[in-house]
């Protein structure tokens, strides 16, 4: 995959989780247990890209959190997602109490 890059003066009242939203903005729209994990993921994907010289997995690493981050912008409502996520994929009822990271684990989120 080859990667594009444009940049034009975005107007104020620009939604900060847009198509090509800052990293800040997207690492603060995070749930905290996330940021780490973005802040791997992007520094990982700084570094490939600095020695391919491509900015594609770059840009793709950052459109992935992008999305996450703008799922995670209600977090009863992702929470919920992610709840029938791995009741769909477990095929059983999440039991009551069970620790938000273990259901993520079991819908793969």
Known sequence: ????????????????????A?????RAALLPTDQAGFDTAYAAAL???????????LFQTL???RRLALLQRDPEGFAAM???VAETLS???????????????????
């Open 47 to 57: 570094a490939a890209s600095r020695e391919s010289l491509d900015l594609g997995e």
């Open 1 to 20: 995959m080859t990667a594009t890059y444009a940049y034009d003066e975005q107007p104020a009242t620009r939604h900060p989780l847009a198509p090509g």
């Open 22 to 26: 800052s990293p800040a903005a997207i």
């Open 91 to 109: 095929g059983e009822p999440v039991p009551d109490g069970e620790p938000f990271e273990l259901t993520r684990a079991k819908a793969g989120m």
């Open 82 to 84: 992610v709840r029938r």
């Open 63 to 65: 459109e992935h959190w």
